[in-house]
């Protein structure tokens, strides 16, 4: 199929690593039994800017990692991600509705892209920093992150 046919109204147009701090101990990610891992992720759409040749957007993901092994941390990752985002519409689509649209693709399409380019850093980063191993981190329902957001901003 054609992609011109199916392309996405939302582009990815670059991202941006914000901030990067990571302390660690950990010698082989591969020791699964006895580490337990602790995950946080949050997003926060950052800009909004419309006109009548350009719609952009940015969303900066937050993540934090904490892995300990035996009760002690042993890794502390801190990563902010920042994507920026270019949307087409309809030229009947008004300033307010582009607006709303893109807050909606940035929360849903904008932080599943940003948590897999994320996961891929932070493998290729951890592949590094162990000698054996890397921390996978696992697949999130972007629905249910979003659902959590607003549940907390009620």
């Known amino acids: 199929m054609d992609v011109n046919?199916?392309?996405?109204s939302m582009q990815l147009i670059g991202t941006s690593v914000r901030h990067l701090k990571l302390d660690n101990i950990l010698v082989s990610a591969?020791?699964?039994?006895?580490?337990?891992?602790?995950?946080?992720?949050?997003?926060?759409?950052?800009e909004l800017y419309t006109s009548e040749d350009?719609?952009?957007?940015?969303?900066?993901?937050?993540?934090?990692?904490?892995?300990?092994?035996?009760?002690?941390?042993?890794?502390?990752?801190?990563?902010?991600?920042?994507?920026?985002?270019?949307?087409k519409f309809n030229e009947d689509v008004d300033e307010e509705d582009r607006k709303q649209q893109m807050e909606i693709m940035l929360s849903r399409n904008?932080?599943?892209?940003?948590?897999?380019?994320?996961?891929?850093f932070i493998i290729s980063l951890t592949g590094q920093m162990c000698d054996e191993g890397t921390i996978i981190l696992p697949m999130i329902n972007v629905y249910k992150l979003n659902e959590n957001k607003e549940q907390n901003n009620e």
């Open 5 to 8: 046919n199916i392309i996405a």
């Open 30 to 46: 591969n020791r699964k039994d006895n580490l337990d891992k602790k995950l946080d992720v949050t997003y926060d759409i950052n």
């Open 54 to 87: 350009k719609n952009v957007g940015s969303l900066i993901l937050h993540i934090n990692l904490s892995i300990e092994e035996d009760k002690k941390e042993c890794v502390a990752l801190k990563l902010d991600i920042e994507g920026g985002f270019i949307f």
């Open 110 to 120: 904008g932080c599943a892209t940003l948590y897999s380019i994320a996961r891929a």
